[in-house]
């Protein structure tokens, strides 16, 4: 970070240093920001009359470390957020981390298996004071790593799930809950990790495909006489992907309208390898087309065979136990006791030798893994609590069909409806110790007792009205989501609604998501919020798409294809790739890793810094001791005494500088384009298409600030021209703020340099201005680059290199004003502008602007029209060649898509030039 000197350095001359480096160094420069930001929070004001502008932070895990996806998810929040905080918004990014009770355990577990210990032999208490020691030493790496990313968060409120306010709100919340009627005890089917030996919520599950085997069994009837329907008569066929189930059988369930099967319902088929019978019987959840058209009923093994049984009214046995083995008396001896995936295989040995599996086939099946141990999941059957998740989910159905809550990107909004039109009851209990402990008590008889909702922090067994009483507390602790389900208004001080932040801070503005977290995460706090707090939680909920590679697929560590961002960030700099991840960032699709973009945010951050060194040795001495926000009055003194009056201030200075001091065509031109940027980069962020923003933003800034206004600006920058000097000072630091949110460390630093004591963070966001609008300029100074265009392609027609001088004419409608500002045109295309020319010429035309170059005394004619034909017909080879290739159907059937499309890129660019081409040789 710069510190500006108290006095002025010696740089009064483009030959001298300038403030900043002569290259740009991002591990000199994002350093000290990042700690300052960090060390110095942008510390929210609950108290102010500002209008908030509220983003909590996705909370990450504490175990975690900083991958992709949190980088562009916190990339894009805090681009948000410094827009909003220099927009005059009361923004505060809320920072924090989630105690991810699974991994967290399985993490300190593993350290204790290293050391021979095991969490039993601790006890609660001690293994509980271990992992509070692990996250004080290692936990939050993450939160460090985020600081390095430049997130400018309100540190001071920083949350974290198990802290003690964020457990007395999901203590408050499920006391809450029960006492109304939402949660409950009871036996449904739950994600069973037999590893961690605890239940799973689907999102802390990976689904994977992996090739297995679809087996077809036969069921006996019990009448052998019965006709045939899928199979032989006396018989009814059965497809299953987990034989080792069948003893949990309890039905055979057919459509009630497939005409195959009428004639079995309420009749009886013997399970395989056993001898008891179970009933066929008809729900229309059964598919007609899928399979052989018969389903197994196994309700303790399969939710969907759960919900069959409750519409029958099926006993629900179970045949595998929490480690995953084969148990049950159910269960023939041979069987009793194995894994279930040995017991599988032992299973349809016994089928094959019986003559009941008819046939085994190759089959790809999606299966669930843990996402911590990577075992598989088992469904079962387990006693576990729930919450009922309809009455909430109807209520957010009514706030998203008044306008309460809307999605970015639109398409959204329907997987959101349809997640909560068919939602299923909330497994909220975890065999777990780390976590929050469910605040319920058991006596003898199983009766449950939860604290009062008067008094909910007073534990049962402390409560005197049940002193006579022994009281057991439930072991479990809560789903991690229980707690996360809060977040947008558990770290603002509910259930205290009287807190400041509170009153202040919510609801949110913004929750910034991926989409793959709409159901697990966004859904539940859309829930949480309307039933708890009787509001939306967040307005808008902003969803990218998935970070992949380069080739599309999931970054893992099992597949080796896993980048980490800290060495994105020490190759390229944090803001080339905060520049990456919001220009890749489009609509809420997945995204690509490619590394291209990367470096064209280095390059850019390069391009930028250079400009600004520009700038800085020509503005002189003067920008180093200017004192105020945004005040160039003291600057435009010390240039010409006498110049500018004491009312030349940033809320008016680009419209001070086109009507004062004769500005040059290129200096309005140049204000009015950046009004226009300033307006639709405004509309794009408000929008929430960072992407769009920051394309804008780029196209101007390389294009029309660095490669046109300043080589246009150089005339009359090298004659001293206050008007000029002044409006580069004043557009690159307009600039510097319009790209401040997206690339916070060079225009930080720039903008220090320019003499800005004040940090540019804190600076007020430009308003475009009707009255700086000028058709007039923009036609001018386009005639001027359709000028320089035209002569550049001449010189490039002729052979010639950039750098070789070339007297030129120029005629049609913009001569005049080309006329006018020959000084321009000549230093930028290196050109000589003559009233006229001699012998044969070559012509261009951009336009309204025809330039004429002269052949005789520059080129060999002959030669250089028969170099000019070869050329032509080197074009005309490469077409026909690339058209070749795509009429072929085998070519386009079997080339990759990018081939494809580089193919016929190659025809529409060599077809650009053939044209050109043929025009050229058309003068002759």
């Known amino acids: 970070m710069t510190d500006l000197p108290e006095t002025t350095p010696d740089n009064t001359t483009p030959e001298n240093d300038s403030i900043l480096a002569k290259q740009f160094d991002p591990q000199a420069v994002e350093p000290d920001w990042a700690a300052r930001w960090r060390n110095e929070p942008f510390r929210a004001d609950a108290t102010s009359g500002k209008e908030p502008f509220t983003i909590v932070i996705p909370p990450p895990n504490v175990t975690g470390n900083l991958h992709l996806g949190h980088a562009l998810d916190n990339t894009l929040i805090d681009t948000l957020i ?337 997640w909560l039109e068919n939602i299923r009851d909330w497994n909220i209990s975890r065999q777990l110790w780390w976590g929050h402990q469910i605040p319920a008590w058991y006596d003898a008889e199983g009766n449950i007792y939860v604290p009062d909702p008067e008094n909910p922090e007073l534990d049962c067994d402390q409560d005197p009205r049940y002193a006579h009483l022994e009281l057991r507390r439930d072991p479990d602790v809560f789903d991690t989501w229980f707690s996360s389900n809060l977040w947008p208004f558990s770290t603002l001080g509910w259930p205290d609604t009287d807190s400041e932040d509170f009153r202040k801070f919510y609801p949110t503005q ?51 294809n896993g980048i980490d961002p800290l060495e994105l960030f020490e190759q390229y700099g944090v803001d080339a790739c905060r520049f990456a991840f919001a220009f890749l960032s489009t609509g809420g699709q997945d995204i690509r890793h490619d590394a291209r973009r990367f470096e064209q945010g280095r390059n850019f951050a390069n391009k930028l810094w250079n400009a600004a060194r520009f700038a800085l040795m020509r503005l002189g001495e003067a920008v180093g001791g200017l004192e105020g926000e945004d005040d160039l009055t003291n600057y435009v003194r010390s240039l010409q005494p006498g110049a500018a009056s004491a009312t030349l201030r940033s809320k008016d200075v680009l419209t001070e500088l086109v009507t004062r001091d004769d500005p040059t065509p290129a200096d309005r031109w140049i204000i009015s384009r950046l009004n226009a940027v300033t307006a639709e980069v405004g509309a794009q962020l408000d929008a929430f298409d960072l992407g769009a923003a920051i394309r804008t933003l780029y196209a101007f800034t390389w294009d029309e600030f660095c490669d046109w206004y300043i080589e246009a600006a150089k005339p009359a920058l090298a004659e001293g021209r206050l008007g000029s000097m002044a409006t580069l000072k004043a557009v690159l630091e307009h600039i510097l703020k319009l790209l401040h949110p997206f690339m916070p460390f060079i225009t930080s630093e720039v903008y220090a340099a320019l003499g800005h004591r004040r940090q540019l963070a804190l600076h007020a966001w430009p308003q475009p201005v009707d009255a700086l609008h000028d058709a007039d300029a923009t036609r001018t100074f386009n005639g001027l680059r359709d000028a320089v265009a035209a002569a550049r392609s001449l010189k490039n027609e002729l052979g010639l290199s950039p750098q070789d001088r070339l007297g030129v004419v120029v005629e049609g409608e913009q001569a005049a004003t080309v006329s006018a500002n020959a000084r321009v045109v000549e230093s930028i295309a290196r050109v000589n502008l003559v009233s006229e020319l001699e012998g044969r010429t070559l012509s261009a035309v951009e336009g309204g602007v025809t330039v004429r170059a002269p052949l005789e005394g520059t080129v060999d004619i002959a030669e250089w029209l028969g170099k000019q034909k070869k050329r032509l017909a080197e074009l005309d080879k490469q077409i026909k060649q690339a058209q070749g ?40």
């Open 885 to 924: 290739k795509l009429s072929s159907e085998a070519f386009v059937a079997r080339a990759p898509a990018e081939v494809i499309e580089e193919e016929k890129r190659r025809v529409q660019d060599f077809g650009a030039q053939k044209e050109r081409l043929e025009a050229v040789l058309a003068q002759f």
């Open 510 to 560: 913004v929750l910034v998501t991926g989409y793959d977290i709409l159901f697990f995460w966004v859904a539940r706090m859309q829930m949480a919020g309307y039933g708890l707090t009787g509001q939306a939680p967040f307005n808008t909920v902003m969803l990218h798409g998935l970070y992949l590679d380069a080739k599309g697929q999931k970054m893992s560590k099992s597949k080796g």
């Open 82 to 418: 410094r827009y909003k905080r220099m927009a005059g918004f009361e923004a505060l990014y809320l920072p924090g981390m989630d105690h991810a009770g699974i991994s967290t355990q399985v993490l300190v577990e593993k350290q204790l298996r290293e050391q021979g210990i095991s969490r039993h032999d601790l006890g609660r208490e001690r293994f509980l004071d271990n992992v509070w020691e692990w996250k004080a030493e290692s936990g939050g790496i993450i939160l460090n790593q985020l600081t390095r990313l430049g997130v400018s968060a309100d540190w001071t409120r920083e949350r974290f799930t198990m802290d003690e306010g964020l457990s007395r709100a999901v203590r408050a919340q499920f006391v809450r809950l029960y006492h109304d009627g939402a949660a409950y005890r009871g036996e449904r089917i739950v994600n069973w990790d037999v590893a961690a030996q605890t239940t799973l919520s689907e999102l802390e599950i990976d689904r994977e495909v992996r090739k297995g085997k679809m087996t077809t069994l036969s069921y006996k009837l019990e009448d052998a006489s019965t006709p045939a329907s899928n199979g032989e008569a006396g018989e009814i066929l059965i497809a299953t992907v987990r034989p080792e189930t069948i003893f949990a059988d309890q039905a055979i369930a057919v459509h009630p309208e497939d005409g195959r099967f009428t004639h079995l319902v309420g009749q009886k088929a013997r399970i395989p390898l056993t001898d008891r019978y179970i009933p066929v019987i008809a729900d229309a959840a059964v598919e007609m087309d899928f399979g052989v058209g018969a389903l197994k009923i196994t309700p303790a093994h399969d939710p969907t065979d759960f919900e069959i049984g409750e519409r029958h009214g099926l006993a629900r046995p179970s045949v595998i136990d929490l480690e995953g083995n084969l148990t049950s008396d159910l269960v023939p001896e041979a069987f009793r006791g194995l894994e279930r995936f040995a017991a599988r295989k032992a299973v349809v040995k016994a089928l094959i030798e019986s003559g009941d599996l008819l046939e085994e086939k190759d089959h790809d099946t999606a299966i669930g893994l843990s996402e911590r141990t990577k075992v598989p999941v088992e469904p079962i059957i387990s006693t576990q609590w729930f919450v009922h998740m309809k009455p909430f989910a109807d209520q957010v159905l009514a706030g998203l069909e008044k306008g309460e809550m809307r999605l970015v990107p639109d398409r959204y909004g329907k997987v959101n409806r349809d």
